[in-house]
């Protein structure tokens, strides 16, 4: 028999979804989202967050917004069917985009900029964020146990059905039916469509 002292974080996770769904102005929050009770989402940032249906969010998700630049436009973006594992950070201050059902594991961090170092009279508390760039993560990929996906500048776009190994570092794009591991990121197999096997990259 399961524990029911179980059933009160599953209350506590329905009423916060059904809070947040009728008090925050998301850019979108559909049908089916779950969002766990230890969720971190501003309300003053809501608006610049799209939530698909069926998104799930688990304990201690942090979605993070620099608002600085860019009107009221998305600047993440989770669509229909996506799962965010525990402890997971997403930060943007232009544009993250996971495309349909994408999961990632526990502890992954997703960033589009950085922390602005430049000046070493200043503290780097101080000196704000870099004009960093944008993400997209193609639908059906997997982000393992404790990746960072980081964009500096410009564009960094995973193709779907990607799959990144836990503890990797990815700093650059890589095609459709990659598996990506180490630090720095490197393509290890990719999916042969005519064979139907997962081929390991000569790379």
């Not at 009107?71 to 525990?86: A, N, S, T």
């Not at 997703?110 to 503290?123: F, G, K, L, R, S």
């Not at 500096?152 to 190994?165: K, R």
Request: aromatic share 8%; proline share 5%.
């Amino acid at each position: 028999m399961e524990d029911p002292l179980l059933l009160w974080p599953r209350i506590l996770t329905k009423a916060k979804s059904v809070w947040l769904r009728t008090t925050y102005p998301f850019a979108a929050f559909e049908s089916k989202v779950s969002v766990h009770h230890s969720c971190q989402i501003s309300r003053t940032l809501a608006k610049f967050i799209w939530l698909g249906k069926n998104v799930y969010l688990g304990p201690d998700v942090w979605l993070n917004v620099i608002a600085e630049v860019g009107g009221d436009v998305p600047k993440i973006k989770l669509e229909h069917g996506c799962k965010i594992g525990r402890r997971t950070t997403i930060s943007s201050r232009n544009r993250i985009v996971l495309e349909e059902h994408v999961l990632t594991a526990p502890s992954v961090l997703i960033m589009d900029h950085n922390h602005e170092y430049a000046d070493t009279n200043v503290p780097i508390s101080e000196q704000g964020v870099t004009a960093g760039g944008t993400i997209t993560v193609g639908k059906n990929s997997w982000l393992g146990y404790g990746s960072v996906i980081f964009c500096s500048q410009g564009e960094l776009v995973l193709g779907q059905n990607c799959v990144v190994g836990a503890n990797a570092v990815v700093t650059k794009s890589f095609p459709a039916f990659s598996v990506i591991a180490r630090n720095p990121a490197i393509l290890v197999k990719r999916y042969d469509p005519a064979s139907q096997q997962w081929i390991r990259s000569n790379r």
